[in-house]
Nanobody
């Protein structure tokens, strides 16, 4: 059984930084693309940043230059470094990963973490 667990959220003042982590565990063959999403109260879930298995990245315009997505394949861990945080970054952040498991390595399935709350406020 594959699981994703996010951590690193919390309360931070405007201009501050946080680093979110997403750890994948279980019978993993490989992790393909990974994407961080966020959902603010009353709003739809939106893409924040993505990274492919080869390390190519993409970002929402609203976070370009402030957020950095990365991954450590040896640890099955993905990160979202968030700098210069703004109140509008307040949301629940979710990690999504396309994962191939040991039983069906030719197929990949999407997995979601449970989310971690990020609140930017003075």
């Amino acid at each position: 059984q594959v699981q994703l667990v996010e951590s690193g959220g919390g309360l931070v003042q405007p201009g501050g930084s946080l680093r979110l982590s997403c750890v994948a565990s279980g019978s993993i063959f490989s992790i393909d693309a990974v994407t961080w999403y966020r959902q603010a109260p009353g709003k739809e879930r939106e893409l924040v940043a993505g990274i492919t298995s080869s390390g190519s990245t993409n970002y929402a315009d609203s976070v370009k230059g402030r957020f950095t997505i990365s991954r450590d394949n040896a640890k099955n861990t993905m990160y979202l470094q968030m700098n210069s945080l703004k109140p509008e970054d307040t949301a629940v952040y979710y990690c999504n990963a396309m994962i191939r498991d040991m039983k069906t390595p030719l197929l990949r399935f999407p997995y979601w973490g449970q989310g971690t709350q990020v609140t930017v406020s003075s």
